[in-house]
């Protein structure tokens, strides 16, 4: 059975530092692309960061030298290091695990539960 668990999420001063981490369980963790996505009320779900298996990483622009993407394979667990953090960050923080090759990422793509964290004074 596939697990994919956030935690690390709370609230945090504008400004501050804060990190998520995502432990998967049931999948071949490192033949996974992993990625952070983000959804604010009413908004729809972006993506934020996303780590390939061979740690080749991609951040959307909004977080770009805010936000880093880290992966340890021998823990099956993927961190999102945030810094800087502006009130405009708060969402629901969801962790996505998605097989790395293209014929089998429809079929293996999984979804967390989501943490939220919210950057407030």
């Known amino acids: 059975q596939v697990q994919v668990v956030e935690s690390g999420g709370g609230l945090v001063q504008p400004g501050g530092s804060l990190r998520l981490s995502c432990a998967a369980s049931?999948?071949?963790?490192?033949?996974?692309?992993m990625g952070w996505y983000r959804q604010a009320p009413g908004k729809q779900r972006d993506l934020v960061a996303v780590?390939?298996?061979?740690?080749?990483?991609d951040n959307a622009d909004s977080v770009k030298d805010r936000f880093t993407i880290s992966r340890d394979n021998a823990k099956n667990t993927v961190y999102l290091q945030m810094s800087t953090l502006k009130p405009e960050d708060t969402a629901v923080y969801y962790c996505n695990a998605k097989h790395s090759w293209l014929a089998l990422a429809a079929k293996h793509d999984y979804w967390g539960q989501g943490t939220q964290v919210t950057v407030s004074s």
């Open positions: 049931g999948i071949s963790f490192s033949m996974y692309n």
């Open positions: 780590i390939t298996p061979g740690g080749r990483t």
